[in-house]
């Protein structure tokens, strides 16, 4: 199973024709920020405090093979809405540190590597790339990912081509 997250219309992704098995979850429905409550690493291990749609994200993603993240590059980062899910999605590690590549990151809550795949589209210049160089890999250092890629699109026919 894969989980997309993506910043793209109702319109746009229906042209790009997920499969069914897929879990494709739109930032733009998520209005709610993580509030920093810590509850889905304490009081309730996985589960968001915030009751939304984006509640049981971690669980989605604890099944997936693959997680993939299409968003706009917006100075070097995620889109604020695709930014917004990945936050609330911090339940699926834990709050215990470990060291990896010798860095502090967050210890795996689960034994099955993902695989980080991402897509940023947009007007991206080369200060924005090194900066989502540096974002991708610490990302995917931090939820303990078996490999990541970043791929940069000019459309979404190019997009399409690149997810299936």
């Known amino acids: 199973m894969r989980t997309i997250i993506h ?30 409550c810590f509850n889905c690493w304490i009081k309730h291990p996985k589960k968001c405090a915030i009751k939304d749609e984006f509640s049981s994200i971690v669980e989605y993603l604890k ?18 809405s695709v930014k917004r899910v990945l936050e609330r999605c911090i339940g699926y ?45 610490s990302n995917s250092i931090n939820i303990d990912a078996s490999k990541y890629t970043i791929n940069y699109v000019d459309n979404l026919k190019e997009l399409e081509k690149c997810i299936h």
């Not at 693959?66 to 590059?73: A, D, G, R, Y």
């Not at 834990?94 to 010798?102: G, S, Y």
């Open 63 to 80: 099944y997936s093979d693959e997680l993939i993240l299409v968003s706009k590059c917006r100075y070097g980062c995620y889109s604020s």
């Open 93 to 137: 590690v834990l709050p215990h540190f470990t060291i990896r590549n010798n860095e502090i990151h967050h210890q795996s809550r689960y034994d099955n590597k993902i695989k980080l795949c991402t897509y940023f589209y947009g007007d991206i210049s080369k200060e924005d790339k090194k900066c989502v160089d540096k974002l991708v890999k």
């Open 7 to 36: 910043d793209l219309s109702d319109k746009e992704v229906k042209k790009l024709k997920f499969s069914k098995e897929d879990k494709v979850i739109s930032s733009l429905n998520c209005s709610n920020n993580c509030i920093g």
